[in-house]
């Protein structure tokens, strides 16, 4: 991409609407780029895990245009001869605004969507594990973190082929550019060190120590100055200088299941939003002295977070309410949610995605992915639950699948670094005789999310003849369960 060439385009058409633009570059983009202000041809996209799918909304109004079917739900995905995508995560997309490039992590594939028609233009197969996918901003190459092995597959930015590969440590977790296109930031999952990278040789150039191993996101902010990467396994959010040496700025303490960070630019200045799972909020940080200055509730297990093109909103992923949020960043206010596929785990915002027409073609309605259950679970005091809904510690999804639901729990308010059993107990107190059907162990932040299998939306809620059971979090091992210590609430 030439980038002189692309501004003055756009510029032409912001002199054409009025004062309403101004001139405030929006992430992944460079300061010095115009804001685009948002409209009906822009497009929020979400990677739907649980139900293979990408959503498609328009931000104008907030509502889901349809969604792109990228392979099927359980079981389909079970048979030796399956073809679609398995667990859609990641998200990226090109500088020219006309593809998107979206990783599912269980079948080690990019695919890359034609943004006008939302025609699948090209699938690419890379190593184990796949999690994200962005262009640089050149458009000549995207690099994938293939998060199962130790590289980033680098590809061709017209053909999608694998060209080459650049090691790095093991268990990369997403990569980021900074806005002049000189750097690649590439965060790790298994290892407490991020690396930079020269874009024009593949160099490594710099090392920055994570305070903890398990880095899910990176973002760099539009002057180029720094770039922030979240820990989920210990709820902090590290800063670091943009530029050499690439020194550490400000780590902070944001929460248990800090998930991703992105930026806005408006009049204000340049805020960081940090999407805190546990929380189920998002919390908002000045860049020039880190402060917080807004705490904004969002809905059950916020993970993704991506800025308009004009920086005047921010959309939020939930993962365990199928929905996105859009928070006004003037006001820092939650203004509208609408529904999508199962547990989003990526999002981006395109800006004039469709630059014509009405954007539906290729696109498909939700139906069974948008079917979930949602329940929470709260601490155990005097032999019962005590709390509501909406301060429960745990919130879980259980993402239709047919006969059976993908089981999803985002578990906090728990003794850090402890083994966990999830399971069924007679009594809605959890004094009756447990049945295990998950073990896990929390991270330092005293949470995890648990995953498990079965019709358990059936036993819970007592449908037909089955005797209803109540799901409850206990201390231990699945041989010797402990104490009760969170129950469901009815």
Same mark, same amino acid.
């Given at each position: ?305 991506? %800025?308009? @093109? +004009? !920086? ?5 992923? /939930? #993962?365990? =309410? ?32 469709? %630059?014509? @027409? +009405? !954007? ?5 309605? /939700? #139906?069974? =992915? ?43 308010? /728990? ?76």
């Amino acid at each position: 991409m030439k980038r002189s060439s692309l501004n003055l385009g756009i510029l032409a058409g912001v002199c054409l609407i009025g004062p309403t633009a101004a001139w405030a570059g929006q992430a992944p983009g460079a300061a010095f780029d115009p804001d685009i202000p948002v409209s009906h041809r822009d497009r929020v996209y979400s990677a739907d895990q649980f139900s293979n799918t990408v959503s498609v909304t328009d931000p104008v109004d907030n509502k889901l245009v349809g969604v792109i079917r990228l392979g099927d739900p359980q079981p389909g995905n079970f048979s030796p001869l399956y073809k679609g995508q398995v667990l859609v995560h990641g998200m990226g997309f090109s500088p020219d605004h006309k593809t998107i490039a979206v990783v599912s992590i269980g079948s080690n594939s990019v695919t890359f969507i034609d943004t006008a028609t939302n025609a699948v233009k090209h699938t690419t197969y890379v190593g184990r594990s796949p999690h994200e996918a962005f262009f640089t901003p050149d458009g000549n190459e995207v690099w994938v973190t293939v998060r199962g092995e130790d590289y980033v597959a680098v590809l061709d930015g017209q053909n999608f082929a694998e060209k080459s590969r650049i090691k790095v440590p093991a268990g990369p977790g997403m990569q980021i550019f900074s806005p002049d296109g000189k750097y690649g930031y590439v965060c790790s999952s298994f290892n407490p060190e991020a690396v930079v990278i020269t874009v024009a040789d593949h160099q490594i150039v710099g090392h920055v120590r994570q305070d903890s191993p398990f880095c899910p996101n990176i973002a760099a902010t539009p002057d180029g100055k720094q770039v922030w990467m979240t820990l989920k396994d210990t709820g902090r959010t590290m800063v670091f200088d943009a530029q050499q040496p690439f020194s550490v700025l400000k780590s902070i303490d944001t929460g248990p299941i800090t998930n991703h960070v992105n930026f806005a630019r408006n009049a204000g200045g340049t805020f960081a939003y940090v999407t805190v799972g546990g929380l189920n909020e998002v919390k908002v940080f000045r860049t020039d002295d880190f402060s917080q200055v807004a705490t904004i509730p969002v809905g059950k297990l916020p993970h993704a977070v991506w %800025p308009s @093109g +004009d !920086g005047s909103r921010v959309y939020v992923g /939930l #993962e365990n =309410a199928d929905g996105i949020a859009a928070i006004d960043t003037a006001t820092n206010k939650l203004i509208a949610t609408s529904q999508i596929g199962q547990a989003p785990q990526a999002i981006t915002y395109v800006p004039n995605a469709v %630059p014509e @027409g +009405d !954007g539906t073609q290729g696109l498909q309605p /939700l #139906e069974l =992915a948008g079917r979930a259950t949602h329940l929470v679970l709260s601490p155990v005091t005097g032999g019962k639950a005590e709390g509501n809904a909406d301060n429960a510690p745990t919130s879980v999804s259980l993402f239709d699948q047919g006969l059976t639901q993908i089981f999803q729990a985002s578990a906090t308010g /728990l003794q850090p670094k402890m083994p966990y059993v999830l399971a069924l107990s007679s009594e809605p107190n959890g004094k009756g005789r447990l049945e295990v059907i998950a073990s896990f162990m929390t991270n330092p932040a005293g949470s995890a999310i648990v995953n498990t299998v079965g019709p358990i939306r059936q036993i819970v809620q007592g449908e037909g003849q089955m005797p209803r059971r109540y799901l409850a979090i206990a201390e231990g091992s699945p041989d010797k369960p402990g104490p009760v210590v969170q129950v469901q609430l009815k």
